[in-house]
């Protein structure tokens, strides 16, 4: 009786055990690997705000000089090869004048091209420009509307994918135009060197 006891509890333990078992092995194991973290990348819009220091030279004027602020936005092309291109408009208001002339504000359209190591981004930048300057003698004003081009350069760190600093030159030649005066029309050419961040 003995014997038909054991076996009787031997079989029973076998069945329980065995059920027990298959259960384990029909859920899934949880996987406890991390995915890699994205590589930084410059592709994409930006926009921001800068702010800086122009001075130059106007026809018939003193040298300019003054600040420059504004805003800017732009996209960004980075290719596999960490090369990038890209293009960015920008709108500033200044105060860069001098007694007899006053560069009012300026814009630019510009293409962007560069390279990337990692964060930090060089690039040279070049395109059309557009201002309005304002030309004062002998109390008698003029604003005339002109255009012309700009290049420059410049470098910039991302410190993660949603915040960078630059630091940025620009020459802007915004060509010559007649301005009326008391003395007649005369042509007033002006270029500016912006420096900003």
Do not use: H
Request: overall charge negative.
């Amino acid at each position: 009786m003995n014997s038909k006891m054991i076996a009787g509890l031997a079989l029973a333990t076998a069945l329980i055990a065995t059920p027990a078992a298959a259960a384990d092995l029909s859920y899934p194991q949880p996987n406890y690997g991390y995915a890699a973290a994205p590589a930084f990348t410059w592709t994409g819009f930006y926009i921001g705000a800068n702010v800086g220091y122009g001075f130059g030279e106007a026809d018939f004027s003193d040298d300019t000089d003054g600040f420059v602020g504004g805003i800017q936005a732009g996209y960004n092309w980075q290719f596999a090869n960490n090369f990038l291109l890209g293009i960015e408009a920008d709108l500033q208001g200044t105060n860069v004048g001098s007694p007899t002339y006053e560069l009012d504000y300026f814009g630019t359209v510009r293409a962007r091209a560069g390279f990337s190591i990692n964060q930090v981004l060089l690039y040279g930048t070049a395109g059309f420009a557009y201002g309005k300057g304002t030309y004062e003698l002998l109390g008698l004003s003029n604003s005339q509307t002109s255009t012309g081009w700009t290049v420059g350069g410049g470098g910039e760190y991302a410190f993660n994918n949603n915040w960078s600093v630059k630091a940025e030159y620009l020459y802007v030649d915004l060509g010559s135009e007649a301005y009326a005066t008391v003395l007649g029309p005369i042509e007033v050419g002006t270029t500016t060197n912006i420096l900003r961040a």
